[in-house]
């Protein structure tokens, strides 16, 4: 009998990859990645005339995407030697709150040349937090009014999300609002692109676009948030919104000679990069909390019933399997932090040393810190790098390093580093725990669970179990299993990831002597996210200010010689 396979895509930050995935029990065949020619803009407009970006503007062109079908697919279907004939399902993930402007048939308005130069017509990335002062203003009315819907993203709205992206638009950029038909997020956007249809994913509506119990926020709401935006989601959001697992299409032949594949394959309704993840580490029932650890770490926990999270970053019923309520929570910097530090503040000495000893700068730094007692180092960081998701939801923050003397070594920051990435998420297991949401088990997926120094630090700190994921396109394989589900192989997501699916169990248990240590540094952690993150000192608020207000003398002072 001919052996049946689906095809995953998952769309990063960075890159996109494409798995070639066995029906019957989730073996992966092959995959292929394709880099972003033009990656994250965020500092200049670098596609267009090279103009300065304001600040916490981070934006994509989306014709990578597309390329990501030319070239990462076709790729993996050449390793894996399997007959494209045999491919017969295709599911996508992609960053979650990525939001396009888009012409009624698809066209991103940035590829329009009337828009080629406006930062506000291409692709704003999950970390565009230039609509901050909109969320808070959409924050402040929902409070104002006594809004339902604000209890299910814990009582606050994320800059990242679509409705102040969207209105940020509106406000900032209206000839692009004008001239857009669809805002659409862009897991769905390349699904339309993929099929001819324009559909809503359920799951991600539920998240990030403020669709729930069936509805959008009202028009009465949106007049009063700002006069003339009321009609945003009936006029700018037409799609049906359909259940995660179902087809929202099959494959045109455009498509499809994109990709070398043959047109008719069911293409699954798209789903958020960290959510599709549940389903490839086996982590969909109650109490299992998929983390997916990477640039950036996402949090997914199912529960039989709605529980109002302080400071949650959403809570969608089925939005991660049918008959349990989705939550998700996240950090808006967790590798990226000890990115920063190996960029801009490690000795070179230190990258020599790796290189005479023949390891990675990573285990150089971990084998130092792993000597070290706990709190030896005398410091405590918070990890606010890309401000806070959760529980605090404010891309304002900033981070911090507090305790540091003449005899703090690049370790003792790097181990600080580290543990407050790990109190981060300690103090997102604890909302959720505090409100009676279970959490018994961590399932652990992306590129830092090849860290063995940061995972144990990670379980003594939190004190749950973690296992961790057996594939390292969880992504890929996640959304090869909606592709699946869709295409009628498997009933519902959780027969699709109990078969295709993978982890290895408990493969880091708590060391509890070392978690009650580690709670003395907690305190002072948890302490100073109060006072920073909370409103008692609000210095960080006024650096950002001061810093805007500084750039944007600069820039005028570079203006004046050419005017």
């Known amino acids: 009998m001919e052996e049946t396979y689906v095809l995953g895509i998952d769309f990063g930050t960075l890159s996109g990859r494409a798995a070639i995935v066995r029906v019957a029990d989730g073996l992966e065949k092959a995959a292929a990645v394709y880099e972003y020619p033009n990656a994250v803009m965020d500092d200049v407009l670098s596609v267009a005339d090279g103009q300065k970006l304001p600040a916490d503007f981070a934006l994509q062109n989306p014709r990578d995407y597309i390329e990501v079908l030319k070239h990462a697919v076709p790729e993996a279907i050449a390793k894996s030697m399997v007959d494209p004939t045999q491919i017969k399902g295709i599911g996508i993930d992609f960053t979650s709150a ?91 956007w390349i699904v339309w692109r993929m099929t001819g249809n324009l559909v809503y994913s359920a799951g991600d509506s539920g998240y990030k676009r403020n669709f729930q119990d069936g509805a959008y926020p009202s028009e009465e709401f949106l007049e009063l948030l700002s006069p003339g935006f009321g009609k945003v989601f009936s006029e700018k959001m037409p799609g049906q919104v359909l259940a995660l697992g179902a087809e929202a299409g099959k494959l045109t032949a455009h498509a499809a000679a994109w990709m070398g594949l043959e047109p008719g394959i069911s293409v699954a309704t798209g789903n958020i990069d960290a959510h599709v993840t549940a389903a490839a ?36 019923d089925g939005g991660v399997v049918d008959g349990l309520w989705g939550f998700e929570a996240g950090q808006s910097s967790m590798g990226d932090v000890f990115a920063w530090y190996l960029d801009n503040a490690l000795p070179h000495s230190y990258v020599v040393a790796a290189e005479k000893a023949g390891i990675s700068i990573f285990e150089l730094l971990a084998e130092k810190a792993r000597a070290q007692e706990i709190g030896e180092h005398g410091l405590v960081a918070l990890d606010w790098f890309s401000g806070n998701r959760s529980i605090l939801v404010d891309s304002e923050l900033s981070g911090a390093i ?43 997926s992306g590129g830092l669970i090849k860290d063995p120094f940061f995972m144990q630090t990670l379980a003594d700190i939190t004190c749950v179990p973690l296992s961790v994921a057996t594939t390292k396109q969880g992504g890929a394989l996640g959304a090869a299993a909606h ?32 978690t009650a240590r580690y709670d003395e540094l907690f305190n002072e952690y948890r302490q100073l996210h109060d006072y920073f993150g909370r409103g008692e000192n609000e210095v960080m608020h006024r650096l950002k200010d001061i810093r805007r207000r500084a750039v944007e003398r600069k820039r005028a002072a570079a203006k004046k010689p050419q005017e």
Request: glycine share 8%.
């Open 402 to 444: 507090l305790g540091i003397t003449m005899t703090t070594k690049p370790e003792d920051i790097y181990r600080a580093l580290v543990e407050a990435t790990c109190f981060g998420a300690r103090t997102i297991i604890e909302s959720f725990t505090n409100a009676g949401v279970k959490i018994d088990e961590i399932v652990a």
């Open 281 to 316: 580490v086996q982590a969909v029932e109650p109490g299992q909390l998929t983390a997916i650890l990477g640039t950036s770490a996402c949090y997914i926990v199912s529960g039989p019933q709605f529980r109002e999270v302080p400071g949650m970053f959403g809570c969608v």
């Open 483 to 514: 592709g699946a589900v869709a295409a009628g192989f498997y009933p519902t997501i959780k027969e699709a990831s109990l078969a295709m699916g993978g982890k290895i169990s408990a493969a880091y248990v708590p060391n509890y002597d070392r």
């Open 98 to 188: 990525t939001v396009i402007a888009a012409k009624e048939d698809g066209t991103p308005l940035c590829d329009l040349a009337k828009f080629n130069n406006n930062p506000h017509a291409y692709v704003k990335l999950w970390k565009h937090h230039g609509a901050q002062d909109q969320a808070d203003r959409i924050v402040a009315l929902a409070k104002e009014r006594g809004e339902s819907w604000l209890a299910r993203y814990g009582g606050i709205l994320s800059a990242e999300m679509l409705l102040p992206k969207v209105l940020e638009t509106y406000e900032k950029a209206p000839e692009v609002y004008a001239d857009t038909d669809v805002f659409v997020d862009a897991l769905d």
